[in-house]
């Protein structure tokens, strides 16, 4: 029997590849709050994404969140809404309500399984006053090929908008693009399951400066220069060491990526003509995995049963969306119809991919699909 294929391995720095920095850590005797292994870090997440952003470091993607909420959006009342998605992880609608706003969800578009612009235009059309923002996210970390409208929807509106890119660290929204520059804000998580990993970390990017203060500020009790508690505020920051590790993840980083990119595009070969559909931009994605839908739910169920069966861990990323989850389910009545959400959700498969995943393992993954499809056609 072949061992386990893990849906996630992460790849992290040898202990000899941080050692330095360790000792600096120690040496300075400054463990957190701001030191400069963190300065450095920001500095540097900021010049691999692009010119211009600023970056506020945090010690888990949620926080960042967080504070994008409470920073741009301002604490709500309970009873206005932020637009969101239902086929996303729950910390994005979790910050809208810890800030204050009940979630109005919003549909996937049915090929790109991204927010889908048309779906929000009719939730503002006919609830628009109730709804002070947009948390869009980039799903499964794949760059929106449609962010532009997006960002055209927001302004049209004069409604800022925060983007949850947290698993997309490294991503494109086209060639020559990362993720990360877009509307108000992104957001990122640097969690051990992201394609970028350091432990537990995450960051706030932007072209505004004065959010990125902000950010720190939330982050930070909610201090200004003077420590004193001008908003309210939590402790987000992230250590010294996580950011160590951070700057030798960079090292290397692009080319895990292609690593990444190369046990995509033989699934994709693979198993396309088997009928799975992958979703498009994830070619330029960090491929926190690979998503894929069958034709039919039940060609879902199948597979699914028959990866595991074989010990390749599959998973079904967003099943349940987040409107079905027990915290979230009936709480909003100025929605969207949620019918492509549903479908998708019932249809996804997400598969493993590693940095260096070998090609027996990656044969191991496309065989069992293809002897599916072999059983079907006798
Ligand atoms: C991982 C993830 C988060 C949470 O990030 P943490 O760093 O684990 O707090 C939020 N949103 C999405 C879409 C994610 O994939």
Redesign the pocket.
Known sequence: MSSEIPFIRPTFPSPEAVAAAYAEVVEANWFTNFGPQERRFAGAVGSYLGDGLHVATFA????A?LAAVQCVFGRGDGTQHLLVPSF??A??PQAAVWCGYRPAWCDVDPETWQPDVASARRVLATHGDQVAGIVM?NVF?VGDPRIADWEALAAEHRLPMVI?S??GFGSSYSRDEHVGGRGTCEIF???A??PFAIG???ALVTRDPDLARAAQEFQNFGFDASRQSQVLGLNGKLQELNAAIGLAQLDGFDERLAGRRRVFDAYREALEPSGLTFQPNAELSSL?FAAAVTPTAAQRDELLARWQAAGIQVRAYYNPPVHRQPLFAGTSSVSADLAVTDDIAARIVSLPVHDAMSPGDVARVTGIATVARGGDRT
Do not use: R, Y
């Open positions: 888990n993607g949620t926080l969140l996303t992880f910390a994005a996210a970390g949850d947290a698993a998580s640097f969690h399951t992201k537990e970390g995450g926190c």
